[in-house]
């Protein structure tokens, strides 16, 4: 689940592994993790043949910087990504505490809507629900995730929490392709807004609702997604249910896709069967419609957490993924693929 310093949740439980601050002084503390893995994907695509896929690397590094001067605390989180094979800054911002539950944050935030965390570290799993399969071509950058789901942005947020309800309202310089600044001028100008509400219904219910809007001058278009998800945790238990459904006129997977109509949703179970290990199933399904590309997949995974101590984790799991696929430049195939992870966690 997203955002565990904005949004205060108890939900990242029994088959999450969370880091822990070092402290440096009252005012300065850090945090990270290591992330590497080994994964093999074997698809079989009807009519076109088979492939495979291999990898074995670091996927992700990263360290958190925490600032505390109250009311007034900041985080920047600086990364390296094996995809991108350099040092990024992910998130950077400010939180003002204005008292009575009330906050606002500005800078470089992950966005709040999403079950699945954007960090290996508040996954209970090794994959994505929503990733795409080998078995699927990709074009551009942004065609890593079917899921439509925002990712980081540069934002205004407000946020207004007790232990009943989490309210926040963002405004930020686009959900998708927000890479220009807030308003601007003629086709540098963007716009996004993020919505997002979590409401504690008691004995373990969680009940999450959040949608985003964007405006993009120069493409002169518009997109838009709900995201909303159900989660309850009772003893060593954790089950989550979630749906988003989002529309879209404009380039977001970095083709010249046109209008896209996009579906998604997940059903997860988590069981904590002792202190070190535990055990995840999941289904997910994901559905795009649009003038380039269409493609719907189920995928089936079950994975298996063991921690050896507070500060390595070893992540397990296999996935199997039916579904089918057409562009405009190829005949619709059916695919199915099989795919294995080992993952290695240290966090700090």
């Given amino acids: 689940m997203k955002n565990k310093i904005v949004f205060a949740s108890a939900l990242l439980g029994a088959a999450s592994f969370a880091t822990a601050e070092i402290v440096v002084n009252d005012v300065l503390s850090f945090e990270g993790f290591v992330d590497m893995s080994y994964s093999h994907a074997d698809a079989d695509l009807k009519a076109y043949g088979e492939e495979s896929d291999n990898s074995f690397a670091i996927d992700q590094v990263e360290i958190s910087w925490l600032f505390n001067f109250e009311p007034v605390t900041a ?18 911002f400010v ?18 809507l999403g079950f699945e965390a ?15 399969p080998v078995s699927i071509p990709t074009y551009g950058d942004n065609l890593a995730d079917a899921s439509l789901l925002p990712g980081t942005n540069h934002a205004v947020r407000l946020t207004y929490g007790n232990d ?19 308003g601007g001028s003629g086709e540098d100008s963007n716009c996004g807004v993020e919505l997002a509400a979590s409401f504690n219904l008691g004995n373990g219910l969680t009940y999450f609702i959040g949608g985003a809007y964007e405006d993009v001058d120069a493409s002169d278009s518009d997109s838009w997604i709900v995201n909303s998800y159900l989660a309850y945790e009772t003893g060593a238990w954790v089950f989550a249910l979630e749906l988003n459904y989002g529309e879209s006129d404009d380039d977001i997977y970095g ?8 579906f998604s949703g997940l059903v997860m179970a988590n069981f904590a069967y002792s202190e070190q290990g535990a055990v995840t199933g999941r289904l997910s399904y994901v559905d795009v419609d649009s ?5 719907h997949f ?51």
């Fill in 298 to 348: 189920y995928k089936a995974s079950l994975a298996h957490n063991w921690a050896f101590t507070d500060n390595l984790l070893l992540v397990a799991e296999l996935s199997y993924v039916d579904g089918n696929y057409h562009d405009v430049d190829m005949y619709p195939y059916d695919f199915k693929e099989l795919s294995a992870a080992l993952e290695l966690l240290f966090s700090f």
């Fill in 291 to 295: 003038f380039y590309a269409n493609f």
């Fill in 164 to 182: 009943l309800v989490l309210l926040a309202a963002s405004l930020q310089d686009g959900v998708y392709n927000g890479d220009n600044r807030l």
């Fill in 255 to 262: 083709i010249d896709s046109g209008e896209v109509d996009h």
């Fill in 95 to 112: 939180v003002y505490d204005l008292g009575n539950g009330l906050a606002v944050s500005a800078g470089r935030i992950d966005s709040m």
């Fill in 118 to 132: 954007f960090e290996p570290t508040g996954l209970y799993q090794y994959s994505f629900a929503y990733a795409l």
């Fill in 75 to 92: 985080r920047v989180d600086l990364q390296y990504e094996e995809a991108g094979s350099e040092m990024t800054v992910d998130q950077a």
